[in-house]
């Protein structure tokens, strides 16, 4: 699927990390794009790479080469001031271990954002209100975190991170921390949201059944991608890469 109209897009970008051992390719010329409104799933080991994508799409960190766009604005040319309004205007951010204020209720931990946004704090109170509800946690919502179940808390982070309503929302194994039962009925309330929202997101997952029910995956192996889909075989820029380039792909079956 190539596209022009595609939300993000990666080209061949690669970042390398100094240690006290040498340097260390975290991304070796990792080429993909995302389409708006879809939900796409990113797999692989420990090391692979995962956590470093993340970070550089949530433009944490720049790449060494190659450039990432967002509707067509290459986020590694912008200044740190407008990568902070770029990610408080677009960015939605899920995280395995909740990262909740634990000093504040839930319904004071979803609206947040809103409040930092420079939102009233009874349109942000209106909007929380909304979204707790839509997440089953109305009766919870006067709780701190310390009083909820692991799968009530990661409910509360996901209603946090579309609350400014996120144009892309990332998410670092968001049900990592919770066993099958729950990961599988949090998965089911971040669904729903995407959809009903249209936002797109690219969730990092070790949960092969889970990701299966995204629209696409792919998968990180030594910093290098591997593109799977149960449609077809996507590259961002295949046709304008050398034929001689090394490409690595996989198609990930049913």
Same mark, same amino acid.
């Given at each position: 699927?190539?596209?022009?109209?595609?939300?993000?897009?990666?080209?061949?970008?690669?970042?390398?990390?100094?240690?006290?051992?040498?340097?260390?390719?975290?991304?070796?010329? &990792?080429?993909? *794009?995302?389409?708006?409104?879809?939900?796409?799933?990113?797999?692989?080991?420990?090391?692979?790479?995962?956590?470093?994508?993340?970070?550089?799409?949530?433009?944490?960190?720049?790449?060494?080469?190659?450039?990432?766009?967002?509707?067509?604005?290459?986020?590694?040319?912008? !200044? !740190?001031?407008?990568?902070?309004?770029?990610?408080?205007?677009?960015?939605?951010?899920?995280?395995?271990?909740?990262?909740?204020?634990?000093?504040?209720?839930?319904?004071? !931990?979803?609206?947040?954002?809103?409040?930092?946004?420079?939102?009233?704090?009874?349109?942000?109170?209106?909007?929380?209100?909304?979204?707790?509800?839509?997440?089953?946690?109305?009766?919870?919502?006067?709780?701190?975190?310390?009083?909820?179940?692991?799968?009530?808390?990661?409910?509360?982070?996901?209603?946090?991170?579309?609350?400014?309503?996120?144009?892309?929302?990332?998410?670092?194994?968001?049900?990592?921390?919770? *066993?099958?039962?729950?990961?599988?009925? &949090?998965?089911?309330?971040?669904?729903?949201?995407?959809?009903?929202?249209?936002?797109?997101?690219?969730?990092?997952?070790?949960?092969?059944?889970?990701?299966?029910?995204?629209?696409?995956?792919?998968?990180?192996?030594?910093?290098? +991608?591997?593109?799977?889909?149960?449609?077809? +075989? &996507?590259?961002?820029?295949?046709?304008?890469?050398?034929?001689?380039?090394?490409?690595?792909?996989?198609?990930?079956?049913?």
């Amino acid at each position: 699927r190539l596209s022009l109209m595609s939300a993000i897009s990666f080209q061949s970008v690669s970042k390398i990390f100094q240690t006290a051992r040498g340097s260390f390719q975290a991304l070796d010329n &990792v080429c993909f *794009d995302i389409e708006e409104g879809e939900f796409f799933g990113l797999l692989g080991p420990n090391g692979a790479g995962k956590t470093t994508l993340l970070s550089l799409l949530g433009t944490l960190a720049k790449p060494d080469s190659g450039t990432i766009a967002f509707e067509g604005t290459v986020l590694n040319t912008l !200044n !740190n001031r407008k990568l902070a309004a770029f990610r408080n205007l677009n960015l939605g951010f899920i995280f395995q271990f909740y990262q909740l204020l634990p000093e504040f209720t839930a319904l004071e !931990n979803v609206m947040m954002p809103a409040l930092i946004a420079g939102i009233s704090k009874s349109e942000a109170q209106k909007k929380a209100k909304a979204l707790v509800q839509e997440l089953g946690l109305e009766q919870r919502s006067l709780n701190k975190p310390s009083a909820l179940s692991g799968g009530e808390q990661q409910r509360v982070a996901i209603a946090r991170a579309v609350a400014n309503a996120p144009r892309l929302l990332l998410a670092d194994e968001p049900t990592g921390n919770l *066993d099958p039962g729950t990961s599988g009925y &949090v998965f089911d309330a971040l669904t729903g949201l995407v959809r009903a929202s249209g936002l797109a997101a690219l969730v990092a997952t070790h949960n092969h059944e889970l990701a299966r029910r995204m629209d696409r995956r792919i998968t990180l192996s030594g910093g290098k +991608i591997a593109i799977g889909t149960w449609q077809q +075989i &996507v590259l961002c820029d295949f046709f304008e890469r050398p034929r001689d380039r090394e490409v690595m792909v996989t198609v990930v079956g049913d």
